[in-house]
């Protein structure tokens, strides 16, 4: 997978977004969701690949923390098991 492709899915998300037919054009329901997913194929496949990024011997990580207490994350009713700590 490379940017390009990317860039063409993320336009198809906007698309349906715009159009309120998320559920229907096969994404989750959540610009959340989809965000997530976008940061991180775009770094694990695109920036850990890119050829200035190799020769410099630079690493690339991606992770996600899972769902922590914070102000963003409260925003659904529940609250979140992990802490900020």
Known sequence: M????IDEIAE?????MREKTLKESGFFNSMYGISKIFINVF?????????D???KGIQVY???PGWV?????????????????
């Open 62 to 64: 991606c992770l996600c």
């Open 53 to 55: 990024v190799l020769k």
């Open 69 to 85: 207490n914070t102000d963003l994350g409260c925003s659904t009713g529940g609250k979140p098991p992990l802490t900020v700590e």
């Open 12 to 16: 198809e998300f906007f698309k349906a």
């Open 43 to 51: 770094t694990a496949k695109v920036l850990s690949r890119n050829e």
């Open 2 to 5: 490379n940017k390009k492709v």
